[in-house]
């Protein structure tokens, strides 16, 4: 399953690094901390409307334009074979009697 907050994050950072800015340079002109933009770009926190509003305009992009650019994205992975699908039983992965359950293991139950 895709998660917005990771495809915002993606999305962000993508344009940061093609702007060639640091995450203190954006952040510090979007009044946020360096940690949490950090933790926003990779889809580690839920950024409110009005702080993805502060960091677009730090960006000098509107924030119609980021959106779209996510909208398409999840657009485009809804329509991939298989990625937004469930992962099988997931239930019988995670109760086996194993130390641990790999990625593999998941992706192979599927």
Not at 21 to 44: D, F, I, N, P, W
Not at 49 to 78: F, N, P, W
């Amino acid at each position: 399953m895709i998660l917005l907050r990771r495809v915002i994050g993606d999305t962000l950072r993508a344009q940061r690094l093609a702007q060639r800015r640091t995450l203190r340079e954006v952040s510090t002109k979007a009044k946020v901390s360096l940690g949490y933009l950090s933790e926003v770009e990779r889809g580690q926190k839920e950024a409110s409307s009005e702080l993805l509003s502060s960091i677009c305009d730090a960006l000098g992009v509107q924030l119609s334009v980021m959106l779209r650019d996510v909208s398409d994205t999840l657009a485009d992975a809804e329509t991939a074979v298989g990625v937004l699908e469930p992962i099988g039983d997931l239930e019988s992965i995670v109760s086996e009697p194993r130390a641990r359950v790999s990625a593999h293991d998941v992706v192979a139950a599927a």
